[in-house]
């Protein structure tokens, strides 16, 4: 099943209030972009964050899953969790590089 269209809108409305969010769809699922950083992975209606140093405290409650076939083990957010999405955020913000440009 891949994540619908109220889904992944549900999920930025959540943190925009405090960042610049933006959303892209890849292979049918959804990076969510904070401040033009690559923060989140939305698959199958499910946010998935990057099991991060930084984050092993914060998160060390919260359930694990794989996002696709193939991936490292994540975090599973629980986004309707605002306390917790925001400082899971923030931390993800400062951490997580730009993107590298591509060369054509």
Same mark, same amino acid.
């Given at each position: ?5 109220? #889904? ?8 925009? %209030?405090? #960042? ?17 950083? *690559?923060? +989140? &992975?939305?698959?199958?209606? %499910?946010?998935?964050?990057?099991? &991060? ?23 599973? +957010? ?5 306390? &917790? ?6 931390? +993800?913000?400062?951490? %997580? *590089?730009? *993107? ?5």
């Amino acid at each position: 099943m891949a994540t619908t269209e109220e #889904f992944i809108l549900f999920v930025c409305e959540q943190i925009k %209030t405090n #960042f610049c969010v933006s959303y892209k769809k890849m292979f049918g699922e959804y990076m969510v972009y904070v401040n033009d950083k *690559p923060v +989140l &992975l939305v698959c199958d209606n %499910t946010v998935f964050v990057k099991k &991060l140093e930084e984050l092993k405290i914060l998160m060390q409650d919260s359930e694990v899953g794989v996002p696709y076939k193939g991936a490292k083990e994540h975090y599973i +957010l629980d986004i309707e969790n605002s306390d &917790l999405t925001n400082q899971v955020v923030q931390i +993800l913000e400062k951490v %997580t *590089p730009f *993107p590298k440009k591509k060369m054509k």
